[in-house]
C-alpha cells in the first residue's frame, strides 16, 4: 500500500534518541560544531549494523558468488542472494527473479533505457516530467541520439506538482513509456504515481518510476502501484553506497536484451554464439558488490524493525515545524509548496547565493546541499539559477531545526 504524507500528521510516539545512538556519524564534530546532518536526499547514513556487516564480510565470508563450491563461495552467495530475499519481502514484489541488483538508481535507469530502448524506434515517445533528475533524463536523451526517439515533459504547477490536468493529451500511440520520479529530489513533492499509472496502463503505455527518494520515506509495494519499473539506490536507503535496485515485471525483463555482457549473465558461451542466463542473473554481469549488498540487506533488517508510521510521523512533524519556521524568516522563499511533500525543503533567500549560504551553514557545523541538486530544468521552470536544499531524516530532531533557523538568521546578519 502506497503511504500518502501529509503537511500535519498526529505525531506518534518515536524515540529519536534511541534511533540516533545506531548511527556513529552523528556524534561528530564538523568545523568544531556538533554535525546537524540535513543532506539526506544526497545520501543517508548508516547504522552501526551496516557499517559491520559490510566489515563482517570482507573478516569472514570473502569469496566470489554463485559459481564457488567450496564454504566461503558459499557464505557469500547466502549473503548476497538473502540481501535480495530481504529486499522482496520490503518492495513486495511478486518474485526474486524480477528484483535485479544494479550499483544504484542512475545504473538502473539506464539499464532500462538501454535494454528497453532496444526495442523502440525513430517516432516513438518517452514521457518524463518536469521535476526528473537528471539521472532520468539523460539517459532517455542519449537514446534520443541514438535512436531518434523523442522526450517529451509533463509540465509542473506552480507549487511543483504534475500538471495532471495535461496528463492525458501527452498519452499517445507513440508514447512507449511514462519515465517519473516517485518523489522530487528536489521539491520533496509525492507525485500522484498510482493514478499515472493507471492513465497509462489504460492506454496500454508501461511506467517507470525513479523511487530514489520515495522508498527512505515511505512503504512502497510494488505490486499494489502495478509499476512496471521501480529503481532505488541502496545509499539513500541507510545502506552502502555503489548498491542498487531495479524492479521490473518479467514481462518486460524477459522482452528485453541483456544490459552488459560478462560473467555470471550467460547460460552457453562458444565462439560463435551466446545464450543467456535466466532472470535476474541475465541483467547482472559480473563481481557484484558482494560486501555492499551485505550491508544493505543489514539496512533492510534494521529499517523492518523500526515502527514506519511513528518513523513517518516524525519526520512529518519535522517538516511542518521547518516549513513555519522557515517562513518567518525575512526574504526566504520556499521552492515547491506541494500538498503532498516528504520532509524535503529547497529555500532560496533574497540577495543571497545558495552557496554562501550553505558554505556559512557548514562553518556553524550544519550539512546542507545547495545547487540545482541535478535538476537544471526544474531550475529554469522556477526561474532560479540554484537553491539551499534541508532534507531530513526520522534520525534528525526539532533540536537540529532550531540549529537551522539560527544558523540561517547569522547568515542573513553577515550579508547585511
Not at 548498491?243 to 518486460?252: A, D, F, P, S
Amino acid at each position: 500500500m502506497e503511504v500518502v504524507a501529509t503537511m500535519k500528521p498526529e505525531v506518534k510516539a518515536f524515540d529519536v534518541a534511541k534511533v540516533r545512538a545506531d548511527f556513529p556519524i552523528l556524534h561528530t564534530l564538523a568545523n568544531g560544531k556538533p554535525l546537524v546532518y540535513l543532506d539526506n536526499a544526497a545520501t543517508g547514513q548508516k547504522p552501526q549494523a551496516v557499517i559491520d556487516a559490510t566489515s563482517d564480510y570482507y573478516a569472514h565470508y570473502n569469496a566470489n558468488v554463485h559459481r564457488g563450491v567450496h564454504y566461503l563461495s558459499d557464505q557469500a552467495t547466502r549473503l548476497y542472494e538473502g540481501a535480495r530475499d530481504l529486499i522482496v519481502q520490503r518492495i513486495h514484489a511478486p518474485s526474486r527473479h524480477e528484483v535485479i541488483f544494479t550499483k544504484g538508481t542512475t545504473e538502473s535507469i539506464n539499464l532500462v533505457a538501454s535494454s528497453f530502448g532496444a526495442m523502440l524506434h525513430s517516432g516513438d515517445e518517452i514521457l518524463i516530467s518536469g521535476m526528473e533528475h537528471h539521472a532520468n533524463i539523460v539517459p532517455w536523451h542519449l537514446l534520443s541520439a541514438r535512436t531518434g526517439v523523442k522526450v517529451r515533459a509533463i509540465p509542473l504547477t506552480d507549487a511543483g506538482e504534475l500538471d495532471m490536468a495535461a496528463l492525458p493529451a501527452l498519452l499517445n500511440e507513440r508514447t512507449k513509456l511514462v519515465a517519473i520520479s516517485h518523489v522530487s529530489n528536489t521539491l520533496g513533492t509525492i507525485n500522484p504515481v498510482k493514478e499515472v499509472i493507471a492513465l497509462a496502463h489504460a492506454a496500454g503505455i508501461p511506467v517507470l518510476l525513479d523511487g530514489a527518494q520515495a522508498m527512505p520515506h515511505l512503504q512502497v509495494d510494488v505490486q499494489d502501484l502495478d509499476v512496471d519499473f521501480y529503481a532505488f539506490s541502496g545509499h539513500k536507503l541507510f545502506g552502502p553506497t555503489g548498491t542498487g535496485i531495479l524492479y521490473g515485471k518479467e514481462k518486460w525483463l524477459n522482452a528485453m536484451p541483456p544490459y552488459q555482457g560478462g560473467g555470471d549473465m550467460i547460460d552457453r558461451v562458444t565462439l560463435e554464439h551466446t545464450t543467456f542466463n535466466d532472470l535476474p542473473h541475465k541483467f547482472e554481469a559480473g563481481t557484484p558488490n558482494i560486501a555492499g549488498f551485505a550491508g544493505l540487506g543489514a539496512a533492510i533488517t534494521y529499517l523492518n524493525g523500526m515502527d514506519h508510521a511513528a518513523a513517518l510521523a516524525h519526520e512529518q512533524h519535522l517538516l511542518a515545524v521547518a516549513t513555519e519556521r522557515l517562513l518567518e524568516i525575512p526574504k526566504l522563499r520556499i521552492i515547491g509548496t506541494a500538498q503532498q511533500k516528504v520532509a524535503v525543503i529547497s529555500f532560496v533567500i533574497d540577495g543571497i547565493h545558495p552557496s554562501d549560504v550553505g558554505t556559512l551553514l557548514d562553518h556553524q557545523g550544519i550539512a546542507v546541499r545547495t545547487g540545482h541538486h541535478c535538476t537544471q530544468p526544474l531550475m529554469e521552470r522556477f526561474q532560479v539559477p540554484a537553491t539551499t536544499r534541508a532534507s531530513f531524516a526520522f534520525y534528525n530532531t526539532l533540536d537540529e531545526v532550531d540549529r537551522l533557523v539560527q544558523g540561517l538568521h547569522k547568515v542573513i546578519r553577515m550579508f547585511q
